[in-house]
């Protein structure tokens, strides 16, 4: 009587083992593709770093890469440079532009100061 029942206990967990194994693959499948498309959308998001300390123009203190930043649309997003590089490692930015301190310094000597007449 006991042998009788030894291809139905095999035959149950071979069943239990196959289900696993289907329902397994298809939550690490569903998984996979949830990841992909949370990064392809927090990926699109750039870190802005401003580390411009600005220059004076006619007296008046002037910020360039303020003014640029101003311009960009939600997809860049201004913040500190510990932020930025730790959300680029966690992979919630797809990458850093920093504006060092001496943009609007450096723009203002590339403009001649001389004109033409």
């Known amino acids: 009587m006991k042998k009788r029942w030894i291809p139905f206990i095999l035959t149950c967990i071979a069943v239990a083992f196959i289900s696993g194994q289907l329902i397994g693959a298809n939550a690490q499948v569903e998984h996979s593709e949830q990841r992909e498309e949370a990064q392809a959308i927090l990926q699109t998001t750039i870190a802005v770093i401003n580390a411009d300390i600005g220059s004076y123009v006619d007296g008046e203190r002037q910020n360039f ?49 001389t004109r033409n007449k």
């Open 65 to 113: 890469s303020a003014a640029i930043i101003d311009t960009l649309d939600d997809d860049f997003v201004l913040v500190s440079p510990a932020m930025a590089y730790t959300g680029l490692s966690l992979g919630l930015y797809g990458a850093v532009i920093t504006f060092p301190s001496h943009v609007s310094e450096g723009c203002i000597l590339s403009i001649p100061t």
